[in-house]
């Protein structure tokens, strides 16, 4: 069974551009999470979809956005980026939501804003 | 409030044993993760509680104590492939948001 993917696996930006980031779950997990993970920082949760929907999003301003398509992959849509938006983002996703249910995650895409 | 607090680095022999500490305070409690993360790699799943007790899965074994608001990782018999990232996190009931540690860091020296 394969597993969350993601691309592309680096993204050089410069700051003020816009990134784009893409994730497919595993074959049959309808929720995706985006994460954060910034050097010495732990995972800070960004968005989560369920079933086509936005459910959740963490403490990041509105320039942070995604979508969730038909197929359940996913988008995270970086607007105005910032030198502090360099990070490596993790997308995961899970089978259902409920409190047992284990997110997997995908290889992560480093992104760098010069 | 949300916090979860765990040691930054820890440091251990090839086949002894590290006990890896994970302190939380969340509004909810609706479970409580331990993912690997080796370097540059995305995190891997290795366990899950959500009652009081101790989870044993192969050399990993996992402990919650939800009054204490505490849990454990115990790594055995270790091996230097271990060296790596161990993230604790917590689902927060009214959020129902994972909510991650900065992870504690661990190598295993020969």
């Known amino acids: 069974e394969a597993g969350v993917t993601q691309s592309p696996t680096h993204l050089i930006k410069t700051r003020g551009q816009q990134a784009t980031l893409r994730c497919s779950p595993i074959s049959g997990h309808t929720s995706v999470y985006w994460y954060q993970q910034a050097l010495g920082l732990g995972l800070q949760f960004l968005l989560w979809?369920?079933?086509?929907?936005?459910?959740n999003r963490g403490n990041f301003p509105p320039r942070f956005s995604g979508r969730q398509f038909p197929n359940y992959s996913s988008e995270l849509n970086v607007n105005a980026l910032e030198l502090e938006d360099s990070a490596l983002y993790l997308c995961?996703?899970?089978?259902?939501?409920?409190?047992?249910?284990?997110?997997?995650f995908g290889p992560g895409t480093r992104l760098t804003v010069l | 409030g949300q916090n979860i607090d765990q040691p930054t680095e820890m440091t251990a022999t090839e086949g002894a044993i590290v006990q890896i500490n994970c302190t939380y305070q969340?509004?909810?409690?609706?479970?409580l993760f331990w993912y690997q993360q080796h370097a540059g790699e995305a995190p891997t799943f290795l366990s899950y509680?959500?009652?009081?007790g101790l989870e044993e899965k192969g050399r990993f074994s996992s402990f919650l104590s939800r009054s204490k608001g505490y849990s454990y990782l115990l790594l055995k018999e270790l091996q230097m492939k271990d060296s790596a990232s161990y993230l604790c996190?917590?689902?927060?009931?009214?959020?129902?948001?994972?909510?991650f540690g900065t992870g504690t860091r661990l190598q295993v020296f020969p």
């Open positions: 995961a996703s899970s089978l259902e939501v409920s409190g047992a249910d284990t997110q997997y």
């Open positions: 509680n959500v009652l009081d």
């Open positions: 969340t509004s909810g409690f609706n479970g």
């Open positions: 979809y369920d079933e086509g929907e936005e459910r």
């Open positions: 996190a917590v689902r927060d009931l009214d959020t129902d948001k994972l909510i």
